[in-house]
């Protein structure tokens, strides 16, 4: 089976590599590879590779920087999956679409389910809730599109939130981070894990939802995450207890984008279909600041 990935040199793209399953050959597109912003380059690289599947996990993620640059935004989230699925739906494959917590506004108080109206609040939001608009409305007929919604991704790669913290925990920065927005924390690890196995069960012939969500369990603030990492950090030794991190409203932070205050996931249905065990988000905190203690020390 041949598996396409794009955004191969991102934090989700290096764990997908990482843990591919036996009998897959991949072919990981970096951004220097695979133009996304082209439609012509994304016919070709499916032309070229006839790909029994595209795990698309490249995106426009800088949520601050789509308010201004929302051309680029929608061509890399909204076009690009279009292209793909256009490709896909003449010579043959299937897409799985990685999405985000942000096409919801965050306003219904209670773990979003599949099944939810979106209604994003911020360009970011608005662009990949087209991306899979539009993969749906190519590919699903012929049931050959699955979307997984993820929120606050962690993995040990990359520049996200929480490498951010360890940074700046090591160089005795005072922080401020946000308590009022609560969210679902996800490990790229626990993320790669359902995307393998909902291949594997589609080609199976098990039929599997259209769209999925899957997050840790347990829920979290930006604050929650920063404390917990710079706790869990000086239990294992890798931090002296030397932090300063302070709590501050989403109003004290100058933003050009809104985010949703409450954007938690609803995977308890994915995890059971997908048979896997769904990881406290500490936990992942844990293994994360593990696989990065040599790098630290």
Not at 79 to 107: C, H, M, R, W
Not at 211 to 228: E, P, Q, R
Request: charged share 25%; glycine share 6%; hydrophobic share 35%.
């Amino acid at each position: 089976m041949k598996v396409l990935i794009t955004g191969g040199s991102g934090q989700l793209g290096k764990e997908l590599i990482e843990s591919k399953p036996k009998g897959v050959e991949i072919i990981a597109k970096s951004r220097s590879l695979l133009n996304l912003v082209s439609k012509e380059s994304c016919l070709q690289t499916v032309i070229e590779h006839r790909p029994d599947w595209i795990i698309n996990s490249a995106a426009y993620t800088n949520v601050e920087k789509a308010e201004e640059e929302k051309e680029l935004a929608y061509a890399i989230n909204s076009l690009a999956p279009k292209y793909f699925s256009e490709a896909l739906n003449e010579y043959g494959g299937n897409l799985l679409q990685i999405s985000t917590d942000y096409v919801f506004d965050g306003k219904k108080g209670q773990p979003y389910l599949p099944t939810d109206e979106k209604n994003p609040l911020s360009v970011y939001g608005f662009t990949k809730a087209k991306g899979e608009d539009y993969a749906l409305q190519i590919l699903n007929k012929h049931k050959k599109v699955n979307i997984i919604r993820t929120s606050w991704l962690i993995s040990p790669y990359g520049n996200n939130f929480a490498i951010k913290v360890i940074k700046a925990i090591l160089k005795k920065k005072e922080l401020r981070i946000i308590y009022d927005q609560i969210g679902s924390p996800t490990s790229t690890k626990l993320l790669a894990n359902a995307c393998w196995k909902t291949i594997a069960l589609k080609r199976l012939k098990n039929s599997i939802p259209e769209i999925m969500h899957v997050c840790n369990s347990g829920i979290a603030s930006w604050y929650d995450i920063a404390f917990s990492i710079a706790d869990i950090g000086s239990k294992m030794k890798l931090f002296d207890d030397k932090y300063s991190i302070h709590p501050i409203l989403s109003s004290d932070y100058k933003s050009k984008a809104n985010r949703p205050t409450y954007s938690v996931l609803d995977s308890i249905k994915t995890f059971k279909k997908l048979s896997l065990q769904q990881i406290h988000w500490r936990n992942s905190l844990e293994l994360i600041l593990d696989e990065l203690k040599e790098s630290i020390d």
